[in-house]
């Protein structure tokens, strides 16, 4: 099984609506990072959180919030979806004791219309 | 703030060896990681490098020099397989925290 998963994989949406993301992780980190990744634009951060407790706004926060239900959940939300949200959408994993490195769940691609 | 640039595109041949580079003006720095992206799929790790120098891996080595804010991942006996965008991300210790760079797509032709 895959250490970090994300759903959906895939979702359509129209203007407006409310949505959320998931990512859950089998890794036993306290780090969790959401990314959104645009064609030309590379990965860039949104939120992210070292502990059930801590939560920190990334450089392109606005339209978007988060929560942290636990250590292996964290969730995304668009409260209201526009289409520039439209994008590629990666959670990963980190654990500052083992270098730091990231690790990316599968992406949720996610379309507005 | 973080300013990272690497090539948009570069093209290589199946067997060749290929250098991506990537500087850097941070602040904060404490690293350099770089990591593969085929398409359409999540980034997988590459190497991390926080000290000067060269660090080989196989087919892959990535070098860095702080003082000169720049780092190169370099790609030996290519294969069609390595066709894909390689990332290269600055850890900020102040916030622990990467950016990435916008990546590098390679293309490799046979």
């Known amino acids: 099984d895959a250490d970090v998963t994300q759903t959906p994989r895939n979702r359509i949406t129209k203007t407006g609506k409310r949505i959320m993301l998931e990512c859950s992780q089998t890794?036993?980190?306290?780090?969790m990072y959401w990314y959104r990744q645009d064609p030309g634009l590379g990965l860039r951060l949104i939120y992210y959180?070292?502990?059930?407790?801590?939560?920190n706004k990334g450089e392109i926060s606005d339209g978007y919030s988060v929560s942290r239900q636990a250590q292996a959940k964290f969730s995304l939300s668009l409260e209201s979806a526009i289409p520039n949200q439209t994008a590629l959408y990666f959670c990963?994993?980190?654990?500052?004791?083992?270098?730091?490195?990231?690790?990316f769940g599968p992406g949720t691609r996610l379309t507005v219309t | 703030g973080q300013n990272i640039d690497q090539p948009t595109e570069m093209t290589a041949t199946e067997g060749a060896i290929v250098q991506i580079n990537c500087t850097y003006q941070?602040?904060?720095?404490?690293?350099l990681f770089w990591y593969q992206q085929h398409a359409g799929e999540a980034p997988t790790f590459l190497s991390y490098?926080?000290?000067?120098g060269l660090e080989e891996k196989g087919r892959f080595s990535s070098f860095l020099s702080r003082s000169k804010g720049y780092s190169y991942l370099l790609l030996k006996e290519l294969q069609m397989k390595d066709s894909a965008s390689y990332l290269c991300?600055?850890?900020?210790?102040?916030?622990?925290?990467?950016?990435f760079g916008k990546g590098t797509m390679l293309l490799v032709s046979p």
């Open positions: 991300a600055v850890w900020n210790s102040g916030y622990s925290t990467l950016t």
């Open positions: 890794k036993g980190h306290d780090r």
């Open positions: 490098n926080v000290l000067d």
């Open positions: 990963a994993t980190s654990d500052p004791t083992g270098g730091n490195e990231q690790y």
């Open positions: 941070t602040s904060g720095f404490n690293g």
């Open positions: 959180s070292f502990d059930v407790k801590d939560i």
